[in-house]
Structure formats: structure tokens, C-alpha cells
Nanobody, 126 residues
Framework: QVQLVESGGGLVQAGESLRLSCAASGGTFSMYVMGWFRQAPGKEREFVTTVSRSGDHTYYRDSVKGRFTISRDNAKNTVYLQMNSLKPEDTAVYYC???????????????????WGQGTQVTVSS
């Protein structure tokens, strides 16, 4: 059983940056593809980005390309989400998730993920 704990959320102004962290425990971190999803008020949870087990390959949703960067440190059992040039529409609860299958286009869909964190709130004011 893998436990995931997100941190780093907060309130920022548009144009500023935040870095989210997700610490994993209870499993072999390097065996999991990691993803970030988000859920805004009144909306369904949506894919943000995902990274392969080695960290060499990533996918991003179009609206965050060039602004967000996912990375992982397998020695620290942690995945990061660096968010730059934040916009009010990025406001959401951000969740990290893990799955055991190899990275693929299917990694963009939350149904394939086995483990989820509790989420961290990101609020971007205009």
C-alpha cells in the first residue's frame, strides 16, 4: 500500500510560482508512474501532468505546457510540480497519484491510477 502526501500549496497572485511536492511511502517509488491531477470548484478532476518511472518522459495538458514542470527524485521518494506564471484558472485542489503500469497515453486518465494523495489547495488571485 502506497501512501502519498502532497504539500506546497497556498495562495499566490497571478504570475507567481509555486512548487508542489508529493512524498511517497510504503512502496518502491521507482516502480510507479506518478501523475498530478487537479479539481476546481464545481468541476471534475482533470489531468495535469505525468512522469515515467525514470523521470525521462512526461505528458502535460495543453494549458500548462511551458508553465508547469513535473520532476521526480527516486532517491527521496518524491515527485514535484513546479508551477510558474500561475493564472487564476489554475486554482484547484491538486492531487498526486501513482500507478504501476508503464507510462503511456493512458496515464492521462485518472481511472488507471492505483493510489491518491489527499490533495493540496492552490489558489491564484488576479
Amino acid at each position: 500500500q502506497v501512501q502519498l502526501v502532497e504539500s506546497g500549496g497556498g495562495l499566490v497572485q497571478a504570475g507567481e510560482s509555486l512548487r508542489l511536492s508529493c512524498a511517497a511511502s510504503g512502496g518502491t517509488f521507482s516502480m510507479y508512474v506518478m501523475g498530478w491531477f487537479r479539481q476546481a470548484p464545481g468541476k471534475e478532476r482533470e489531468f495535469v501532468t505525468t512522469v515515467s518511472r525514470s523521470g525521462d518522459h512526461t505528458y502535460y495538458r495543453d494549458s500548462v505546457k511551458g508553465r508547469f514542470t513535473i520532476s521526480r527524485d527516486n532517491a527521496k521518494n518524491t515527485v514535484y510540480l513546479q508551477m510558474n506564471s500561475l493564472k487564476p484558472e489554475d486554482t484547484a485542489v491538486y492531487y498526486c497519484a501513482a500507478h504501476r503500469q508503464p507510462l503511456s497515453l493512458a496515464s492521462r486518465y485518472q481511472a488507471g491510477y492505483d493510489y491518491w494523495g489527499q490533495g493540496t489547495q492552490v489558489t491564484v488571485s488576479s
